[in-house]
């Protein structure tokens, strides 16, 4: 009897652990909720509180190892604190850079954040201490307690089995509980997402799907692999597609995601060429992805050249710059790449071993002789840009730390100004040039003292006379943001003494939007975003509108302005550009599109957001409208199509790089003019066969004519 009563007193001491380690864990998810301004519509509350109450469980369990009560009560001290600093880093993650990074990110860029950034964390630890003394709460008290004998946890059978038990029980709970909702079953699933699964999940769940994915890979939506019966035998369109042996292809693999990513693409019809084709043909580009620009921060008033590219270029009425959950690095990769960067910070890196000649500078370089180089006023080993760029296809890489440092007088941030001066010098005599550099002057944290921000102090003076000049926080955004400005000015005066600048192109897109100006909230900061839009935003369309500009001498020429007012986004830059330098790709196999073509106008969010000229859905509430006017008929049947049309290219976008799918592609294009023979040789299937005989004759008869 003696015995059984001392195992039920063990059970009992260790369900005060079990109890205290799930409220711990809860009180930590509410916090992160709270503090980080979750839209609590959104969040699957009832499978936060269950998940919480399992892995306290598996705390437990863990924490009951050793027959030593003693080693056992650290044991979980040391647990408890360990889930501790993962949620701090996790919430200064997102109070820095508006995004929750999973470990992989973290791990991969802390040491980067460091160097870089280390007055940016002194500041948020400084001002954070409130925050870390709150998340330590259940840490201390559980010190304190794991110091009387009379609180340690036990090794006991019976709690073994009970908390393997609960652990079970409440995790199958939870996850049943995270997918009562169709959207939040869609973010649990195929349309997962990190940074999107802790708003909608909560951080410990969110972790364990980043774990599990990580593992198993993401599940397959139900796609669209209907074959596109659209009769264009007697279209006189042309589109911007290339003549893939897809017999051939398709037959090179049984892989079931590459057999996806090829119905995905050959089904699709293609943009068409246009009356814009070629338009930039043979002309220099100068491609900046600015960092942190927004379209009201572009005055005429302080940014003269830049307002001009913006209103006399190519009008975009538009323009977005999806939050990827990954900040600048995602950024530059949907640019770059055309695709979805459903990888976070990851993405990009995923690049660097694959065929990646669907890229701007591949092509340029391939089928035109172009110089190209990718340049970077930061260090150059930041998200491995040394690395990335390169394999991107630019025939080099400067930054900070290689030639471009005798340009640089060192300033945190660094010049804008210098380092297009720089460039202004590299590329003297190199034309046909490609130009693609990442900017920098416009990051925060935003202030005039020297020590904080040198370029906030460098500009200051030029706010003088205006509301932003006692502004701290906006006008050391103006100020800093105003260093491009110079260094366009003087590089594009360098361009016209050369006799450059008419023959010469300038595309420039936001990173992401300023979220440096959204001082954290949660120790009492104030959002001035508000103040630089005008309104507070409540929604992701509100706050990632930017501007998009893609200006050139020779367009404010024309007789008519070219105005875009369909909705756009970063991953639409690629594909245009390829269509407007008249180069030989195929718009299939992006996730953008051709802006100026007939293709249907649509930004997609990584969470599968969208915004079409007839509504939207938002993701984060599963709520979808169509807007007053709208002309859809049935507005049912509409959302199913934008659905499967989204999904497509999310799937798209999750596989083309972990597939490497255009290393499947590229060996099958079939060369109309000189290797037509040879790739007809590869063709079994008879009908594709005098398919593709009847396609060239028809095109070699129209270029005779």
């Known amino acids: 009897m003696l015995k059984y009563i001392v195992m039920f007193k063990k059970f009992s001491d260790n369900l005060y652990y079990y109890l205290a380690a799930s409220a711990a864990v809860l009180y930590m998810e509410m916090l992160l909720a709270l503090r980080s301004g979750f839209d609590m519509s959104g969040y699957m509350i009832l499978?936060?509180?269950?998940?919480?109450?399992?892995?306290?469980?598996?705390?437990?369990?863990?924490?009951?190892?050793?027959?030593?009560?003693?080693?056992?009560?650290?044991?979980?001290?040391?647990?408890?604190?360990?889930?501790?600093?993962?949620?701090?880093?996790?919430?200064?993650?997102?109070?820095?850079?508006?995004?929750?990074?999973n470990i992989n990110a973290i791990t991969n860029g802390a040491g980067n954040v460091v160097t870089e950034y280390f007055g940016i964390i002194v500041s948020i630890i400084k001002n954070?201490?409130?925050?870390?003394?709150l998340y330590h709460i259940p840490s201390i008290l559980i010190l304190i307690f794991c110091i009387r004998k009379k609180f340690r946890p036990q090794r006991n059978l019976a709690?073994?089995?009970?908390?393997?038990?609960?652990?079970?029980?409440?995790?199958?709970?939870?996850?049943?509980?995270?997918?009562?909702?169709?959207?939040?079953?869609?973010?649990?699933?195929?349309?997962?997402?990190?940074?999107?699964?802790?708003?909608?999940?909560?951080?410990?769940?969110?972790?364990?799907?980043?774990?599990?994915?990580?593992?198993?890979?993401?599940?397959?939506?139900?796609?669209?692999?209907?074959?596109?019966?659209?009769?264009?035998?007697?279209?006189?369109?042309?589109?911007?597609?290339?003549?893939?042996?897809?017999?051939k292809i398709t037959s090179s693999t049984e892989d079931s995601t590459l057999q996806n990513l090829?119905?995905?693409?050959?089904?699709?019809?293609?943009?068409?060429?246009?009356?814009?084709?070629?338009?930039?043909?043979?002309?220099?580009?100068?491609?900046l992805?600015?960092?942190?620009?927004?379209?009201?921060?572009?005055?005429?008033?302080?940014?003269?050249?830049?307002?001009?590219?913006?209103?006399?270029?190519?009008?975009?009425?538009?323009?977005?710059?999806?939050?990827?959950?990954?900040?600048?690095?995602?950024?530059?990769?949907?640019?770059?790449?055309?695709?979805?960067?459903?990888y976070n910070l990851d993405t990009i890196q995923m690049t660097v071993e694959n065929d990646n000649s669907y890229t701007m500078a591949s092509m340029l370089t391939d089928q035109r002789n172009y110089f190209t180089a990718a340049y970077h006023n930061g260090n150059a080993t930041y998200y491995n840009r040394l690395v990335t760029h390169p394999a991107l296809g630019f025939s080099k890489f400067d930054a900070n730390d290689s030639d471009m440092a005798y340009y640089l007088n060192y300033s945190v941030p660094p010049s804008d100004l210098e380092m297009l001066q720089y460039i202004g010098d590299d590329i003297k005599d190199t034309e046909p040039f490609y130009v693609y550099a990442m900017t920098y002057s416009g990051h925060g944290n935003y202030s005039f003292v020297w020590g904080a921000n040198q370029m906030g102090w460098k500009n200051h003076e030029r706010l003088a006379g205006t509301a932003y000049y006692d502004d701290e926080i906006l006008g050391g955004y103006i100020a800093c943001s105003m260093e491009l400005?110079?260094?366009?000015?003087?590089?594009?005066?360098?361009?016209?003494?050369?006799?450059?600048?008419?023959?010469?192109?300038?595309?420039?897109?936001?990173?992401h939007y300023p979220y440096f100006l959204q001082e954290p909230v949660a120790w009492g900061g104030e959002d001035y975003t508000k103040y630089l839009y005008g309104y507070q935003y409540s929604n992701c369309f509100e706050r990632d509108h930017s501007a998009l500009i893609i200006w050139s001498p020779c367009l404010e020429e024309m007789d008519e302005q070219i105005v875009v007012s369909e909705p756009t986004?970063?991953?639409?830059?690629?594909?245009?550009?390829?269509?407007?330098?008249?180069?030989?790709?195929?718009?299939?196999?992006?996730?953008?599109?051709?802006?100026?073509?007939?293709?249907?106008?649509?930004?997609?969010?990584?969470?599968?957001?969208?915004?079409?000229?007839?509504?939207y859905y938002l993701a984060s509430k599963g709520e979808f409208k169509l807007y007053e006017g709208s002309s859809v008929e049935d507005a049912d049947a509409y959302f199913n199509e934008?659905?499967?049309?989204?999904?497509?290219?999310?799937?798209?976008?999750?596989?083309?790089?972990?597939?490497?799918?255009?290393?499947?592609?590229?060996?099958?294009?079939?060369?109309?003019?000189?290797?037509?023979?040879?790739?007809l040789n590869e063709i079994a299937d008879e009908e594709q066969l005098k398919e593709v005989v009847q396609t060239v004759a028809t095109k070699m008869t129209k270029a005779k004519q």
């Open 47 to 101: 499978g936060v509180v269950f998940c919480a109450f399992s892995f306290g469980a598996v705390i437990v369990l863990l924490s009951t190892l050793f027959g030593n009560s003693k080693a056992n009560g650290w044991v979980f001290f040391g647990i408890m604190e360990f889930i501790t600093i993962f949620f701090l880093v996790e919430f200064f993650c997102n109070q820095t850079y508006n995004t929750f990074m």
């Open 128 to 133: 954070g201490l409130l925050t870390i003394f």
């Open 159 to 247: 709690t073994s089995i009970a908390m393997v038990v609960l652990a079970a029980v409440l995790f199958f709970s939870s996850e049943s509980a995270m997918t009562l909702k169709p959207f939040a079953a869609e973010k649990y699933t195929y349309n997962y997402m990190y940074n999107d699964a802790v708003h909608a999940f909560g951080l410990a769940h969110g972790t364990w799907l980043d774990i599990k994915y990580a593992v198993a890979g993401v599940p397959d939506p139900p796609l669209d692999n209907r074959e596109n019966t659209q009769d264009n035998s007697e279209d006189d369109v042309e589109r911007n597609v290339l003549n893939f042996a897809w017999n």
């Open 262 to 287: 090829f119905s995905i693409v050959k089904n699709q019809q293609g943009s068409n060429k246009n009356e814009y084709t070629g338009l930039f043909e043979g002309k220099n580009l100068v491609l």
């Open 289 to 342: 992805t600015v960092e942190s620009m927004s379209k009201e921060m572009i005055s005429e008033q302080f940014f003269p050249l830049m307002y001009r590219m913006m209103t006399k270029g190519i009008v975009f009425e538009d323009y977005y710059v999806p939050s990827w959950g990954g900040s600048t690095s995602t950024g530059e990769t949907a640019i770059l790449t055309g695709l979805i960067p459903m």
């Open 485 to 511: 400005e110079l260094g366009l000015q003087e590089f594009v005066k360098v361009l016209e003494e050369r006799g450059e600048l008419e023959n010469t192109v300038f595309v420039l897109s936001s990173d």
């Open 569 to 615: 986004s970063q991953i639409d830059i690629l594909p245009t550009l390829l269509n407007l330098f008249g180069l030989e790709f195929d718009s299939r196999v992006y996730a953008g599109r051709d802006v100026l073509s007939d293709s249907m106008g649509i930004a997609i969010w990584s969470d599968s957001s969208w915004k079409t000229t007839e509504g």
């Open 642 to 679: 934008i659905q499967s049309i989204v999904r497509n290219k999310i799937y798209l976008s999750r596989n083309f790089i972990t597939a490497d799918l255009y290393r499947y592609l590229s060996p099958y294009i079939i060369d109309e003019e000189s290797n037509i023979s040879i790739e």
